[in-house]
């Protein structure tokens, strides 16, 4: 979950939405992150976020994985990743340093309000998965005139 | 005139960008040694490997910057250099170093001397 990432909104329940849709990804991502995140100490696989006035960018930088082995979901307004990190280790070799992960890779954020679930590509290049989800249009504010 | 332009360019632009640590795997087997290391977002253009005595160096430049005119929302990895050296024993051939870069995915084979390799000897049935 990354924070600083909201709309201002003046309006009381949609602020009160955006707490709980919130504290609803925090509670989501602590209890994944006993399971299959947790070894990694949680800050495996780094990811970088941008944003422009059309879209978002998340960046997950995890090499050798396998793209057809990349499970990409939106779910309650939360992006998940899953995907399978392919090991190798030579014939009959004798390790020396061991710090690369293998295995399950998982991340969870938590979308904007004004990203689009139905607009999401995905693009697996040089190690670096780039997910990009379209941002919604702005309504524009309806001015009434007062007789 | 220009190649020396565009080296002295990247070089400038190595000493400026963060220094990256990758996370590696070294194994040794009878062959030789086997270095793998995660650089994503690293192309073999902007890879360096070089070996001097019995260190071997890599260095990689990774382009991971967002789009122009985007605003950096959360960056857990900066735009960087990659930098790792080892140093190796003896009794491995450096002229006959293997490297492969495939999915960010970088595989480094560097055989033993032909002398270091054990050498199995076939008896003969008298």
Known sequence: ?147 | MMEIKNKVNETNKKTTLTSLRPLVDVYENTEGVVIMADLPGVDTEQLEIQVEGNVLSLEGIAVIAPAEGAKKELEMTPEGVYKRSFSLGDGLDFNQIDAELKSGLLTIKVPKKVAEVPQKIKVRAA
Do not use: W
């Open chain 1, 1 to 147: 979950m990354f924070s600083g990432f909201r709309t201002i909104d003046n309006n009381i329940v949609n602020q009160l939405n955006l707490i709980q849709r919130e504290l609803e990804c925090a509670f989501n991502q602590a209890s994944t992150n006993t399971n299959e995140n947790f070894r990694a100490g949680n800050i495996y696989p780094p990811v970088n976020i941008s944003s422009t006035n059309d879209s978002i960018d998340v960046k997950l930088f995890v090499a050798n994985l396998n793209p057809t082995a990349i499970d990409v979901t939106v779910d309650n307004n939360v992006l998940n990743i899953r995907a399978q990190k392919e090991s190798f280790v030579p014939d009959g070799a004798k390790p020396f340093i061991k710090e690369r992960v293998d295995g399950k890779v998982f991340r969870q954020v938590c979308m904007p309000e004004d990203s689009d679930p139905n607009k999401i590509t995905a693009d697996y290049k040089l190690g670096v998965l780039t997910i990009n989800i379209a941002k919604l249009e702005k309504t524009q504010p309806i001015k009434v005139k007062v007789h």
